[in-house]
T-cell receptor, first 113, second 113 residues
Framework: EAQVTQNPRYLITVTGKKLTVTCSQNMNHEYMSWYRQDPGLGLRQIYYSMNVEVTDKGDVPEGYKVSRKEKRNFPLILESPSPNQTSLYFC????????????FGSGTQLSVL | DQQVKQNSPSLSVQEGRISILNCDYTNSMFDYFLWYKKYPAEGPTFLISISSIKDKNEDGRFTVFLNKSAKHLSLHIVPSQPGDSAVYFCAASETGSGYALNFGKGTSLLVTP
């Protein structure tokens, strides 16, 4: 089944403790991206990657890191999480052509205490 | 600066009636528009799209209308069903600017029996 898999679904952590949210897709997509969803703010892009070893900042990259060492994986790294990073995170992927629909993962609800 | 705006945070419609969700954009270079639907605890899923060379696209009960001169698009759902209750996101992209999808903040649709 074609899908984007994120783990974990729920995560509670404390300020400053490094964490990684994993994302994997099985559709051979070139393009992958991370979004965060916050009440009243909709979906905002954090980082995206057009292909392996190519990453770029989205609208809200501060406090996040990503890497794209393999085509299928695109982990999101929070080196020193802070409470304002409490949010619902979505990974997405596509073939990267304009108008191509994005496939989203089921989301990761992160709480930073 | 929000380039895609969904000015109605919520909408309530009776089952069987028409639901009209609106979206405005400010960037005249946008040439592809997509609607996504999101249920609680799930990732957004693609619903319907339209390119700027068209003014209407239809898929079953869902129709998207594009008015380029007004920089406005709308999603019509006819007839509305309780299962359509979800958050709907409008998104837009511009050929030549990478693959950035600009999302609106979403409209929560409630279809009542």
């Amino acid at each position: 089944e074609a899908q984007v898999t994120q783990n974990p679904r729920y995560l509670i952590t404390v300020t400053g403790k490094k964490l990684t949210v994993t994302c994997s897709q099985n559709m051979n997509h070139e393009y992958m991206s991370w979004y965060r969803q916050d009440p009243g703010l909709g979906l905002r892009q954090i980082y995206y990657s057009m292909n392996v070893e190519v990453t770029d900042k989205g609208d809200v990259p501060e406090g996040y890191k990503v890497s794209r060492k393999e085509k299928r994986n695109f982990p999101l790294i929070l080196e020193s999480p802070s409470p304002n990073q409490t949010s619902l995170y979505f990974c997405a992927s596509s073939f990267g052509r304009v108008g191509e629909k994005l496939f989203f993962g089921s989301g990761t609800q992160l709480s930073v205490l | 600066d929000q380039q895609v705006k969904q000015n109605s945070p919520s909408l309530s419609v009776q089952e069987g009636r028409i639901s009209i969700l609106n979206c405005d954009y400010t960037n005249s270079m946008f040439d592809y528009f997509l609607w996504y639907k999101k249920y609680p605890a799930e990732g957004p899923t693609f619903l319907i799209s339209i390119s700027s060379i068209k003014d209407k696209n239809e898929d079953g009960r869902f129709t998207v209308f594009l008015n380029k001169s007004a920089k406005h698009l709308s999603l019509h759902i006819v007839p509305s069903q309780p299962g359509d209750s979800a958050v709907y996101f409008c998104a837009a992209s511009e050929t030549g600017s990478g693959y950035a999808l600009n999302f609106g903040k979403g409209t929560s649709l409630l279809v009542t029996p």
